[in-house]
């Protein structure tokens, strides 16, 4: 995200929801990011959208049987571009986010905090 | 209890029911032509539609499921009023008036656009305004055109009109241009009752001094148009520049 773009309240939910997610290697649709960040759809979604746009985040169907009739879920999932820009906005930002001890983020040590390495790499 | 207070009872409780089964397949419905109103590219409305068909599917409760539609419905209309505004904004400014270049996009933020786009619009608002309603001009064949600096500028300038056998004559004196160095020029149009159009007079240079008197010849006529002088820049190319002088023929300055 540029120093020009809008850095919201939403948007910072929103990236550290799918931080979060990434670190627990959890799949995230639409639906759950609503859940977590207690923000609305048209709110989430036009987060999902900005950051899409910007090639920090990739989307993708989830697999369901052929019978089914019910709609696919779009799942969310960050880009090493993503994550790296993530990280940089919410040490910028919300720097409290990163200190959370499941955001172990190879790569990105938290200022005065020691190394991270994801759950279950080490 | 009456039996009139009983059928409606019974019937009350039928429709509510009805309503609550009926809330999540209008939900879908609404959700799916929400994403389909917000984005304007066809591939990520269709996208986003299957999506928000997935999220009413998850939202727990019937009623909330048609809340949760309706939300994104706001949501869809609020975006689809804002690009339905700047497209009215751009295709004025663009195809009508044609004031609107400055920056060449990608270079300047939307709400810089917008801005450019709001203050050329009042420019050339204002210079329509100043031109009387019906048939702004004389109809003399001879006439003159007052030309003053858009908000920032000092520059001044007018244009003497006269008809001739090959056309119209146009005497424009200026004063206060900056020059624009080896390559820019300043360009003299006209702009149609109603700002649908521009045509080009002419061009020139003005040298250090900032003040020259140069005569052309147009087949455009000017009756019934203001005039406007802009900038053009290395780089404007296929576009138009900074209005820097604007007027309309004042009734009464037949010559």
Redesign the interface.
């Given at each position: 995200m540029t120093r020009?773009s809008r850095t919201t309240g939403p948007l910072l939910d929103v990236s550290a929801c799918l931080l979060r997610a990434h670190v627990r290697s959890e799949k995230l649709?639409?639906?759950a990011i609503?859940k977590a960040t207690k923000r609305?759809?048209?709110?989430v979604?036009?987060v999902l959208?900005r950051l899409e746009d910007r090639n920090w985040i990739t989307?993708y169907w989830e697999d369901q049987d052929p019978g089914s009739s019910?709609?696919?879920?779009?799942f969310y999932r960050l880009t090493p571009e993503g994550l790296a820009g993530i990280c940089d906005l919410l040490a910028e930002r919300r720097p409290e986010a990163l200190l959370e001890p499941t955001y172990r983020v190879p790569g990105f040590p938290v200022p005065g905090r020691r190394s991270v390495v994801p759950e279950g790499a080490g | 209890v009456s039996l009139w207070s009983l059928i409606w009872g019974v019937c009350s409780a039928l429709a509510v029911n009805e309503c609550c089964d009926l809330s999540p397949w209008a939900a879908r419905k609404v959700a799916c032509w929400s994403a389909r109103l917000r984005y304007a590219d066809s591939d990520r409305a269709e996208t986003r539609a299957e999506e928000l068909a997935a999220v009413i599917d998850e939202r727990p409760g019937k009623l909330f499921k048609l809340i949760t539609a309706l939300c994104f419905a706001g949501g869809a209309i609020r975006v689809w009023i804002v690009r339905a505004a700047i497209r009215a904004w751009a295709a004025r400014m663009t195809a009508d008036v044609s004031l609107v270049s400055i920056t060449p996009v990608g270079q300047v933020t939307l709400r810089k656009t917008i801005a450019v786009s709001a203050l050329t619009a009042a420019t050339a608002f204002a210079v329509l305004q100043a031109m009387p309603a019906d048939t702004p001009t004389t109809s003399a064949d001879t006439f003159t055109i007052s030309l003053h600096a858009t908000p920032g500028g000092s520059a001044t300038g007018e244009a003497v009109v006269h008809h001739t056998a090959n056309g119209w004559s146009v005497q424009l004196t200026v004063h206060g241009l900056k020059s624009l160095g080896p390559d820019g020029f300043y360009e003299d149009g006209y702009i149609r009752p109603g700002g649908q159009s521009v045509i080009s007079a002419g061009t020139f240079t003005v040298g250090e001094s900032g003040s020259e008197t140069f005569i052309s010849t147009s087949a455009a006529d000017p009756r019934g148009s203001a005039m406007q002088i802009i900038s053009e820049r290395p780089g404007d190319a296929g576009q138009h520049g900074e209005v820097i002088l604007a007027g309309a023929p004042a009734l009464g300055s037949a010559i």
């Open positions: 020009s649709h639409g639906w609503m609305s759809g048209p709110t979604y036009g959208d989307g019910k709609p696919r879920r779009r | -």
